[in-house]
């Protein structure tokens, strides 16, 4: 009698489950249901997924919002195919003919819509974290109370200056990624670019660690606009390096100035000391002062051969190249003081 029960129960348990997973099979099949679209132009809906969102939280959500009817339907199949850990954080086209487990696997799949944010060479970094403070696109998670201090905990290099180490590049990424991730690729990116150029570095350079190339790309990078005149820039750096002259370059002094400065270098902010003013100080500044590029680092790290000194701008972005004071003064009057 008690084998017959047991028996009983076991098919009723089994009826119930084939039935359960009958009506689960039937409910992943249900057709999603879009909200409002919302844009004119486009019959496309998208959902953003934050960096570390849970599947309860995501279907529950979706739910809530009339996209599927059961957030019970969406939260069983990632459960069930072993995806519940594997939502990647993004915004992600849901189509009006998608089903529930098409859904579900667009959402697991990393097949995000992209965003492009620049940084751009030569930014320093209170111009680079404004900048990514106004993209929409990027989950902002640093404090306003310093981002910069925050930035570089979070890096986990808390004793590391943050500037000069984002590479400048133009990057692609998944809408709803966090500040902090963004960042940590171009962190990386300059980490990467930097071992390898100073792998290759050429004899002649007087740089002793890839930190100070990283420095002298900064200083290069802020000098001159001209492509094809960043390894002269670097050789008349070089040499002074070589000579033990100071560098004596305007992009450091300003940067020394800081936020107050107004455009304008004065003969007096010459002569002002600080840790960054190559006037007053031999050798170079303790940090970057900007943003450098991988053309910049490679000029840093390859000084041209040349006999130049000194530089001194045209006033149309390049410069000549004088190897004595006596040119150099010449061209100065030229081109500056309009003799």
Same mark, same amino acid.
């Given at each position: 009698?008690?084998?017959?029960?047991?028996?009983?129960?076991?098919?009723?348990?089994?009826?119930?489950?084939?039935?359960?997973?009958?009506?689960?099979?039937?409910?992943?099949?249900?057709?999603?249901?879009?909200?409002?679209?919302?844009?004119?132009?486009?019959?496309?809906?998208?959902?953003?997924?934050?960096?570390?969102?849970?599947?309860?939280?995501?279907?529950?959500?979706?739910?809530?919002?009339?996209?599927?009817?059961?957030?019970?339907?969406?939260?069983?199949?990632?459960?069930?195919?072993?995806?519940?850990?594997?939502?990647?954080?993004?915004?992600?086209?849901?189509?009006?003919?998608?089903?529930?487990?098409?859904?579900?696997?667009?959402?697991?799949?990393?097949?995000?819509?992209?965003?492009?944010?620049?940084?751009?060479?030569?930014?320093?970094?209170?111009?680079?974290?404004?900048?990514?403070?106004?993209?929409?696109?990027?989950?902002?998670?640093?404090?306003?109370?310093?981002?910069?201090?925050?930035?570089?905990?979070?890096?986990?290099?808390?004793?590391?200056?943050?500037?000069?180490?984002?590479?400048?590049?133009?990057?692609?990424?998944?809408?709803?990624?966090?500040?902090?991730?963004?960042?940590?690729?171009?962190?990386?990116?300059?980490?990467?670019?930097?071992?390898?150029?100073?792998?290759? /570095?050429?004899? &002649?350079? !007087?740089?002793? #660690? $890839? *930190?100070?190339?990283?420095?002298? =790309?900064?200083?290069?990078?802020?000098?001159?606009?001209?492509?094809?005149?960043?390894?002269?820039?670097?050789?008349?750096?070089?040499?002074?390096?070589?000579?033990?002259?100071?560098?004596?370059?305007?992009?450091?002094?300003?940067?020394?100035?800081?936020?107050?400065?107004?455009?304008?270098? /004065?003969?007096? &902010?010459? !002569?002002?000391? #600080? $840790? *960054?003013?190559?006037?007053?100080? =031999?050798?170079?500044?303790?940090?970057?002062?900007a943003m450098p590029g991988r053309e910049a680092i490679h000029a840093a790290l390859h000084?041209?051969?040349?006999?130049?000194?000194?530089?001194?701008?045209?006033?149309?972005?390049?410069?000549?190249?004088?190897?004595?004071?006596?040119?150099?003064?010449?061209a100065v009057d030229r081109y500056q003081r309009n003799r």
């Amino acid at each position: 009698m008690a084998i017959k029960t047991l028996s009983k129960w076991l098919t009723g348990l089994l009826i119930l489950a084939a039935l359960a997973v009958g009506l689960l099979l039937v409910g992943w099949r249900l057709p999603v249901t879009l909200p409002e679209v919302q844009t004119e132009q486009s019959d496309q809906w998208t959902y953003i997924v934050s960096e570390g969102a849970s599947a309860i939280a995501v279907a529950n959500d979706l739910a809530e919002q009339g996209v599927i009817e059961h957030a019970v339907l969406l939260r069983s199949y990632l459960r069930l195919t072993g995806q519940s850990r594997s939502l990647k954080a993004g915004e992600y086209a849901i189509e009006p003919d998608m089903n529930v487990m098409q859904l579900a696997e667009r959402l697991v799949s990393g097949k995000a819509i992209q965003a492009r944010f620049t940084i751009v060479e030569g930014w320093n970094i209170r111009e680079l974290l404004s900048a990514i403070k106004a993209e929409p696109s990027l989950e902002h998670t640093l404090p306003k109370q310093d981002p910069q201090g925050a930035l570089m905990a979070a890096l986990g290099c808390p004793e590391q200056h943050p500037e000069g180490r984002f590479f400048a590049e133009t990057y692609h990424y998944a809408k709803g990624t966090s500040d902090v991730a963004f960042l940590r690729r171009a962190y990386q990116m300059t980490e990467r670019v930097l071992a390898e150029e100073w792998q290759n /570095r050429s004899a &002649d350079t !007087r740089l002793e #660690t $890839p *930190y100070e190339a990283l420095i002298m =790309a900064s200083i290069i990078e802020k000098e001159t606009a001209a492509p094809e005149e960043r390894p002269l820039i670097s050789g008349v750096f070089n040499n002074r390096l070589k000579k033990g002259m100071r560098l004596q370059t305007d992009p450091t002094v300003i940067y020394g100035i800081g936020a107050s400065y107004d455009g304008d270098i /004065r003969f007096r &902010d010459l !002569r002002t000391d #600080t $840790p *960054y003013n190559t006037y007053t100080r =031999a050798g170079l500044p303790p940090t970057p002062i900007a943003m450098p590029g991988r053309e910049a680092i490679h000029a840093a790290l390859h000084p041209a051969p040349t006999e130049a000194l000194y530089f001194v701008s045209r006033n149309d972005g390049t410069h000549i190249f004088s190897a004595t004071l006596k040119d150099h003064e010449a061209a100065v009057d030229r081109y500056q003081r309009n003799r």
